[in-house]
């Protein structure tokens, strides 16, 4: 059974830096690909960035380009969420789930966890 849970999440100031972790069980994480999603309060739950096990490419959501980094922890089978320059906008629940991809497009293929709440005060 595969199972990924998240963890990191908190309070932060507006321009302050955070460090989601998703940390995967009954999967070798090298082996699959992985994406964060959030969802903000009253709003659809959207894609934030993924990485795939093809060559570790990595892809990002326009409004989080260039302020957040995806990447791979192989050796606690884990892949991370750096995120810096926060912005109030960016309050939500962090999810990650394994993707497939499609063209430029990474869909969830798994089930959610519970996730992991940011808050960023302005």
């Known amino acids: 059974q595969v199972l990924l849970v998240e963890s990191g999440g908190g309070l932060v100031q507006a321009g302050g830096s955070l460090r989601l972790s998703c940390a995967a069980s009954g999967v070798a994480i090298s082996s699959t690909s992985i994406g964060w999603f959030r969802q903000a309060p009253g709003k659809e739950r959207e894609f934030v960035a993924a990485?795939?096990?093809?060559?570790?490419?990595?892809e990002y959501a326009d409004s989080v380009k260039r302020r957040f980094t995806i990447s791979r922890d192989s050796a606690r089978n884990a892949v991370t969420l750096q995120m810096n320059s926060l912005k109030p906008d960016d309050t939500a629940v962090y999810y990650c789930n394994r993707v497939t991809q499609i063209g430029s497009k990474y869909n969830p293929s798994g089930a959610w966890g519970q996730g992991t709440q940011v808050t960023v005060s302005s």
């Open positions: 990485i795939s096990w093809v060559g570790d490419r990595t």
